[in-house]
């Protein structure tokens, strides 16, 4: 597991070994992924190099014209120094226009490519984590982390670190050449950089304390606005609007406010840097002049001496708000790390056992089950389910029905104990083929963006048409399917909009019939169905069914009826055991929610 873990990633009382570790997390992130491209970033850097001297040597140059060419003119008629000066001047403007040029390109295809890899990375991460995991990371932080965190680190490297580079190669040739014309001028400049590098780390330690608390603002926003966007239904059946609205303006409140103080310190230092600036240009315009006139400095050395100064607290300023890019950046490359880092509950055995061809016999060997410390769902469980038989499971709510059908489809692993399937443990078989054996229909039916007819093939990629259409007759599908404006090609929008919510069953139902598992698991599948519809769906579930291992968890009794075999489960134990007839017969727990449900439909 990460330093982080899904709920502690928003905290800000981290001991200091565990900042260490979360840095020193970040750092190997990032390393592994620019050391595919160190080659390229080397040659960039040498390009960035030769590009920043090449524009700095244009005051020395002209100073050069001044100072040697126009008195060779003058003395001698001798016009080579002058018109040497000017075709250097050209040359090394246009060198270093084309070579900043190359640089700024190579910069951003580096950026480019690092940014494709890391969100990559960052889904194909999160597609294996294990259900545990995304059952505690709430949605609106996974999608922060794929938009607003990338593009953080995306405006550091194109902008950022740009700035940061060409700003401190500036400053170091610009002080060097100045040094090379003047000394005394290049010690005033050395000398008014001593509060501007006070001023900056100033700068440097608010922002970073004020940057943070403006994205930690910023992504509750984010958060509150796609969690109450996601669950617009419940909002409105709840009519959440209100209290929802105030929380929002809330959080938009404590984020302005944060933007607020941080517009301060901008209003602080980007002004004191330019008056930093401008006193020390009139300083050695003063000094400089006064020494012209006693001729202790010549007039050109002078014009490139202002030339300097007037542009060489610029790249501070820049630097100061690489401070802003960095901070973001870090931040989020600390949560991206924290995600790259989890590991899958379950995870994939290294050498897998073959299953060619499943008979569907499950079987649970001493399984005890927790989903945390103190929460046992399941203790000591032993069952044995024969292949072809279908199983309905009934019980109140936390009986542990649907923790049984998430181990039987390993979305979870046991604590302790063994979930088999035809004798071999979950946990040694190949996804691919636990995936092919057992397939799980939910409640949910969620429907992706697409036509009807490729949420259906999801259940066998590259189905043919025929077998598409077999599959939804078999379940009942068929007749509302072509009664849609473009029948299987219809779009089913956003979330399967198009069609109501017993229609997405009976689509998930042909999903799972073209899959045609040995085990399958049908969670609540026919709560969202009206009764005509429920009615249908019962004779598509005898084919569905059919020469199958099938788990039924339902709370219509009605669905139960076609089980072979009915479990009673009670604070995960199993109360009852026998056929439908037997258990009525009995006259024990399945009898009274029997006799419950048929007088509900009185």
Do not use: C
């Amino acid at each position: 597991m990460s330093v982080y873990g899904v709920q502690g990633e928003d905290r800000s009382d981290y001991t200091k070994e565990e900042s260490k570790q979360i840095r020193a997390r970040s750092r190997r992130l990032l390393g592994s992924l620019l050391r595919p491209h160190i080659g390229r970033v080397v040659v960039t850097m040498i390009l960035v190099v030769i590009a920043v001297a090449a524009n700095i040597a244009g005051p020395m140059i002209i100073a050069f014209g001044i100072d040697h060419g126009l008195p060779a003119i003058m003395q001698q008629a001798d016009w080579l120094p002058l018109w040497g000066a000017t075709i250097v001047y050209v040359l090394a403007a246009i060198v270093g226009g084309v070579l900043m040029f190359v640089y700024t390109v190579s910069v951003a295809r580096i950026s480019q490519t690092v940014l494709f890899d890391l969100r990559r990375r960052l889904f194909d991460h999160a597609q294996r984590l294990s259900l545990e995991f995304h059952e505690s990371y709430t949605s609106g932080r996974i999608i922060a982390r794929q938009t607003s965190d990338l593009e953080s680190i995306r405006d550091l490297l194109d902008q950022g670190l740009n700035e940061l580079v060409r700003g401190i190669l500036f400053m170091g040739f610009t002080a060097v050449a100045m040094l090379i014309l003047d000394p005394l001028s290049g010690l005033i400049v050395f000398v008014a950089l001593i509060p501007a590098v006070l001023l900056t780390r100033w700068f440097q330690v608010r922002s970073t304390k004020l940057f943070r608390e403006t994205r930690t603002t910023s992504a509750r926003m984010i958060v509150h606005f796609v969690e109450t966007m996601t669950g617009i239904r419940a909002v409105k059946a709840f009519r959440k609007e209100p209290a929802n609205q105030r929380e929002f303006d809330q959080r938009v409140d404590d984020y302005r406010d944060a933007n607020f103080r941080t517009i301060n310190i901008f209003g602080i230092y980007e002004p004191g840097i330019m008056s930093i600036g401008a006193i020390t240009l009139a300083t050695l315009i003063l000094v400089g002049g006064l020494r012209v006139v006693d001729g202790t400095l010549e007039i050109g050395a002078l014009l490139g001496i202002a030339l300097y100064a007037r542009n060489f607290f610029q790249p501070i300023q820049g630097i100061g708000m690489f401070f802003n890019g960095y901070q973001a950046a870090s931040a989020a490359l600390e949560k991206i790390s924290g995600v790259l880092e989890e590991e899958p509950t379950v995870r994939e055995p290294t050498q897998p056992k073959s299953l060619p061809a499943s008979r569907g016999q499950i079987d649970f060997d001493e399984v005890e089950f927790s989903y945390g410390a103190d929460k046992t769902v399941l203790p000591d469980f032993d069952l044995h389910i024969p292949s072809g038989q279908t199983i309905a499971l009934v019980g109140t709510t936390g009986a542990g029905k649907s923790t049984l059908a998430k181990l039987i489809s390993r979305f979870y692993d046991p604590t302790e104990g063994a979930v088999k399937l035809d004798g071999v443990d979950l946990r040694e078989l190949a996804n691919d083929d636990l995936r092919r054996a057992v397939v799980m229909v939910t409640q949910e039916a969620y429907l992706f963006a697409g036509t009807v007819a490729d949420n259906i093939a999801l259940g066998r990629p590259g189905a043919s048409a025929e077998e598409i259409e077999m599959a939804a007759r078999a379940v009942g599908a068929h007749e509302f399917i072509e009664a849609l404006p473009d029948g299987y090609d219809t779009d089913v929008a956003k979330r399967g909009g198009r069609v109501s919510l017993g229609q997405r069953q009976l689509l998930s139902f042909a999903r799972a019939f073209l899959a045609d598992p040995r085990v399958l698991i049908l969670d609540e599948a026919t709560a969202s169905l009206d009764i005509p519809s429920e009615r249908l769906v019962q004779e598509g579930l005898t084919t569905l069914l059919a020469d199958r291992t099938a788990i039924i968890i339902a709370h219509r009794l009605s669905t139960v009826a076609i089980a072979d075999r009915v479990l009673v489960m009670e604070h995960g134990r199993i109360i009852e055991d026998g056929s439908p007839d037997e258990l009525i017969a009995l006259g024990g727990k399945f009898a009274s929610l029997h006799r419950a449900w048929r007088e509900s439909l009185v």
